[in-house]
């Protein structure tokens, strides 16, 4: 599974791993709005915008999808966008 991280033009792509995740949600972490996380693995892909003010209900766009079937699609704040990505995470290593 990869973790990559798009933050304005600069592209970082890494083995995903429950820790890096734990880091890029981090309530003290920085995140610049239009930044896109997305993990995937095979067909599976999970993605968090940035689009609004930190903190906030609206923080993220999340969408995501195993084969042609969504599996979520909406706006999320930190906490929540982090509780998806660990579940897809979890989907991952098993």
Not at 21 to 45: N, S, Y
Not at 66 to 83: C, K, M, N, Y
Request: net charge negative.
């Amino acid at each position: 599974m990869i973790l990559r991280i798009c933050d304005n033009g600069r592209e970082q792509i890494v083995p995903a791993s429950p820790e890096r995740v734990e880091q890029v949600f981090a309530p003290e972490a920085p995140i610049a709005d239009g930044t896109e996380i997305t993990l995937a693995e095979g067909d599976g892909w999970l993605t968090a915008l940035a689009v609004g003010t930190p903190g906030e209900p609206g923080e993220f766009l999340l969408s995501g999808a195993i084969g042609e079937t969504a599996t979520v699609s909406g706006q999320a704040g930190r906490s929540d966008a982090l509780s998806r990505f660990r579940e897809f995470l979890a989907r991952g290593q098993r």
